[in-house]
């Protein structure tokens, strides 16, 4: 895991050295334990190094044997022992056992189709001088994350867009098509950010640059083929191979690796299998929240470490640590995100990186599996919007807009009754309603932008049309694996992981589980209203029944209560102050009513107040 950046001259002029050295200094949270550079010409490549693998050799930029190749990567591939041993059968040559060297050699053989063979998550540039050619390339389910902007002749990439700003000719203005997907989709979809001419590369996307441009293009072309030989015990077989290996692969570390707990069935059957691996006990970690009451998962965590062995470590987070990491909260993130839980990330990795360099987690299996409740409302739509109009659009969805405080029943009603499929899975995303951004974007936004979601639908067409003729479930898991997923929750891994200087895996997304989720009919995936029904009687192997079918505990944050009480005084004087940033953007009188209205318990619009602060964050931050 490293930190990479670079530069390249589109008119053939020697870069800046010196400024190369500012961007990997910007990031070095990313690898403390060293860092390298190559600058010839066009082209200036540098890493800042987190040692995990081949500790004494496997420092960055790395090359071939006659140095016409140079390349710097954030990452892991995860299967570079079967790939290394295959290479050197084909007669390449290996001077270090890092995973690096892999992708100089499979460049070398393969060229860049190598990005196909590579098992991991991974952002990594390539130089390849007799081409006069950057190849640029991000992994396929985008855990890694890669951006670039274009200044002037010059192209710039980081790992993080914090480096790309220590150019004085960044720029640093907010992109307002972005700000309409972002209170609709809950983030900016790549290969956007909120920052107007920043780009992110897109998971499973590489970028050919030479003088004459960039061109960027999709390297797995995976889409759904269903199965229609369907012998369950034989699926739950198969799968269980399949997350074993996974697990096996991801524990590949010259270094001890951890596991953040919680107390679901993801990460607690991952603490079961690499107990199985690990050779001394697995180092585990949980967060908790004062006032959560019966959401606190830390006693259920600390029960299934002990169960396992495992050293487990856990910390109770309060409002004063909430409120004081927000000071830093958008530095890490560098992207704003509504879900109120983000924050929260920083402190399991922060108590993670005392003991372990690297940690796995048990992200990944919701999105594909069907394991959100908006799952369930997506399959339920499929007959309510065939119910007549005014009975959902013009009764229930205007009681509920009227009546409802729960904010996802609210989300539903509003949602639902879409009989346009892109429509309705966009309205499922959105807790900011079409009425609620016409009267909360101020009049010069809404000259630029809709209010019902035509840059968010704009956005995500592309994807929904790859599998439009599918069922509607299979068509809101295939997006969300692809957008909501690396956009989002993976984004919030690896910035607050490594501000931490610690390294997250994912296992649930091997790319081999994923493609194998997505060929199982919906029935497998959503049986009745359960979610992850075949992933659940897989775990099945590892644990005990009745803690795989118990009520699952959402990973849920007191700041709904926190919101009225403790942090009330900083959230009003972040979004009500005359000098708030939030003003030049939303009518300040809107946001002081669902302040209001969320304080008296009238509304649940933390959700709401959460993405307008973390923007306003954000903004003071990188903007004002």
Known sequence: MCGICGIFDFKGQPVDGELLRRMIGRIRHRGPDGEGYFICGPIGLGNCRLSIIDLGGGAQPQSNEDQSIQVVFNGEIYNFIELRQELIQKGHRFKSRSDTEVIIHGYEEWGVDCTNRFNGMFAFALWD??????LLARDHLGVKPLYYVRVGKRLL????????????????????????????????PSPGTLFRGIMKLPPAHRATVRSTGMQTERYWNWTPKIRTRIREPELIEEYQTLVEDAVRLQMRSDV???????????????LAIMSKVASQPVC?????????????????ARLTATMFGADHSDF??????????????????????????????????????????VALTGQG?????????????VKLSGVYSRLPRFLTKTLLAAAGERWVK????????????????????????????????????????????????????????????????????????????????????LMVADKTSMANSLEVRVPFLDRRLVEFAETLPANLKLRGFQGKYLHKKAIEKWLPREAIYRR??????????????????????????????VNRYFDRNFVREMFDRHVNHQEQHQRHLHLLLSFELWHQQFIS
């Open 365 to 377: 299996a919701d999105e594909p599996w069907a394991g959100y409740g908006r799952h369930a409302g």
């Open 129 to 134: 001088a007799n081409q006069r050619r950057l």
């Open 552 to 581: 699952k505990k959402e990973f849920n944050t007191p700041i709904d209560k926190w919101l009225r009480t403790s942090m009330r005084p900083f959230a009003n004087d972040c979004l009500l102050s005359k000098e708030a940033a």
């Open 256 to 270: 001890p690796v951890g596991l953040f707990l919680s107390s679901g069935i993801d990460s607690c059957s991952l």
């Open 284 to 300: 585990t970690f949980t967060i908790g929240f004062e006032d959560s009451g019966k959401s606190d998962e830390t006693n259920d």
């Open 406 to 489: 729960n904010e996802r029943w609210k989300r539903g009603f509003a949602a639902l009754h879409e009989r346009d499929v892109l429509s309705r899975l966009v309205n499922v995303y959105s807790f900011f309603s079409s009425q609620m951004k016409a009267q909360l974007f101020q009049p010069w936004v809404k000259e630029q932008v809709s209010c019902d979601g035509a840059e968010a639908r704009q956005a995500l067409g592309c994807l929904q049309s790859e599998v439009k003729d599918m069922d509607t479930l299979t068509q809101i898991l295939y997006m969300d694996t692809r957008t909501n997923l690396p956009d989002d929750l």
């Open 157 to 188: 990439f980081s790992s993080e867009i914090k480096a790309l700003l220590m150019d004085p000719e960044c720029p640093r203005e907010v992109d307002i098509q972005s700000l309409s997907q972002l209170f609709t989709l809950r983030s900016v």
């Open 316 to 357: 109770v987070l309060s409002a004063q640590d909430y409120e004081k990491y927000y000071g830093r909260y958008l530095w890490d993130l560098e992207e704003p995100v509504a879900h109120e839980a983000a924050a929260a990330f920083y402190f399991v990795a922060s108590i993670s990186s005392r003991k372990v360099k």
